[in-house]
């Protein structure tokens, strides 16, 4: 059996494995976990690559493990992993992530490391669902006075997972005239939606079924603010669910989405939990990590969790014991009550990029560095074809922004206008920077 090395207090070094982690992540990782020597294994390798460049060569390192962003791991790796006894860590954005509306690439106020699994598989326990399954908050009276702390504290910021300046509205929904219903609406294919139910639920069944057991309220449909911004498209016709119920269509702050409401639906938003902070009645239609503890309204259940909890329980193992928090700009590890601080602060967000790849007369970039002069062309297309946010990101990392894309036409471009990937030592050892957000496109 391999031995688990703790990189805080064996003197060898952790060698890191890391699986998709884009490239502005993966300076972000060293950053934040400097004890770890990082190599960072490329995307969408073919069975045969994963085996001949890879596998081999974790197996005859002395003590290796593996970073993954959230669930995916190729199965040929993770069965590799579990024969060889290599530790497997899932790696996430934590639960106050940003100062922009969207999670972007903006480095993350709080990661999640978990052994196990994410904490929105339902599929199996995770790092989260064992805590809140067996810590005991009994016996640990400072942690539960720092738990109704947090929660005052947030409560009384407004402060949720993505944080920005928000148009300022008096009346959210208008004057209340009956019971309100809020509809929690979330990204179509959202990994927490396909993990996290095991029975499917669309956003649409949810808003119906609202409809269906509240037909005395006004159901308001809260749709995800990446589809609001256009952002991220969604399968639920507005148009439609607009027949049965007020969709919300102003961008508001989700602490101000909550006012006026009498009880909230949701699949397996995290914003079902803010609902639960504020005392309201939450129905949940999948099976979210809040669920099955005695807080909830449960459509969907799972065995495992035998336990009931209060809000201040839930509170603690969720945001002061399971994520990890980080000052973006240094690096070193920080408190949730920091973060939070330095939330209330206004300070334009950064960006995670590095400088741009400077001029070589030979390599990636081709004799005399001639691909160098495709920027200008390319940017201006991804900006059309994507977004502006993807134009910035493709000149810092012009080679990288085609890999990374999960789309097969776009790494097929990339492969015809670069055709060679970069060196390791000029992919990712380039001195890490911050671009203030006035450099972004957004």
């Known amino acids: 059996m391999r031995p688990a090395l703790d990189p805080q207090t064996d003197s060898l070094p952790v060698l890191t494995y890391a699986f998709h982690m884009q490239a502005w992540k993966r300076e972000v990782l060293r950053r934040y976990f400097p004890e770890r020597t990082f190599l960072f294994v490329p995307f969408f390798l073919s069975e045969t690559q994963l085996r001949k460049d890879w596998l081999d060569r974790i197996d005859l390192a002395a003590s290796p493990e593996i970073f993954v962003w959230s669930l995916n791991l190729p199965e040929t790796v993770r069965a590799f992993a579990r024969r060889n006894e290599i530790p497997v860590h899932v790696v996430e954005d934590g639960f106050i992530r940003s100062a922009v509306p969207h999670a972007g690439r903006t480095p993350p106020l709080s990661l999640i490391v978990d052994r196990q699994t994410p904490y929105f598989d339902s ?52 004057p209340k005239r009956k019971r309100r219903v809020l509809a929690l609406g979330q990204v179509d294919g959202d990994a927490s939606i396909r993990y996290g139910c095991p029975r499917p639920v669309t956003n649409e069944d949810m808003v119906r079924q609202a ?13 995800h603010p990446d589809v609001l911004s256009g952002v991220r498209s969604s399968s639920a016709d507005l148009s439609e669910l607009a027949r049965i119920c007020t969709v919300l269509t102003d961008r508001i702050p989700l602490s101000r989405a909550f006012e006026t409401i009498d ?88 960006f995670a990029y590095r400088k741009p790849p400077s001029w070589h007369a030979s390599g990636p970039y081709g004799v005399l560095g001639w691909r160098h002069a495709l920027a200008p062309i390319v940017a201006a297309a991804v900006r059309q074809v994507a977004t502006a946010e993807d134009a910035v990101y493709y000149r810092h990392y012009p080679i990288d922004f085609f890999r990374e894309r999960p789309e097969r036409a776009f790494r097929t471009i990339g492969r015809l206008l670069y055709p060679f990937d970069e060196r390791p030592d000029r992919q990712s050892d380039a001195p890490f920077r911050l671009l203030p957000e006035c450099q972004s496109p957004r």
């Open 211 to 223: 409809v269906a057991e509240n037909p005395d309220a006004e159901v308001i449909y809260k749709p």
């Open 263 to 350: 009880h909230v639906y949701a699949i397996t938003s995290l914003a079902g939990f803010e609902a639960l902070l504020r005392g309201l009645p939450v129905t949940v239609l999948g099976l979210p990590f809040y669920a099955g503890w005695g807080l909830t309204e449960d459509r969907q259940t799972t065995a495992r969790r035998q336990r009931r909890l209060t809000i201040e329980q839930v509170f603690a193992a969720t945001y002061l014991l399971y994520p990890r928090y980080f000052q973006p700009e240094t690096g070193e590890n920080t408190t949730f009550e920091a973060v939070i601080g330095d939330l209330r602060r206004p300070v334009a967000p950064a």
């Open 123 to 174: 599929r199996t326990a995770s790092d989260l669902e064992d805590i809140l399954q067996h810590h005991d908050f009994e016996g640990d009276p400072l942690l539960m006075e720092r738990a109704r702390q947090g929660m005052a504290l947030l409560l009384s910021t407004g402060i949720s997972k993505y944080n920005a300046p928000w148009r300022e509205v008096a009346l959210p929904y208008g």
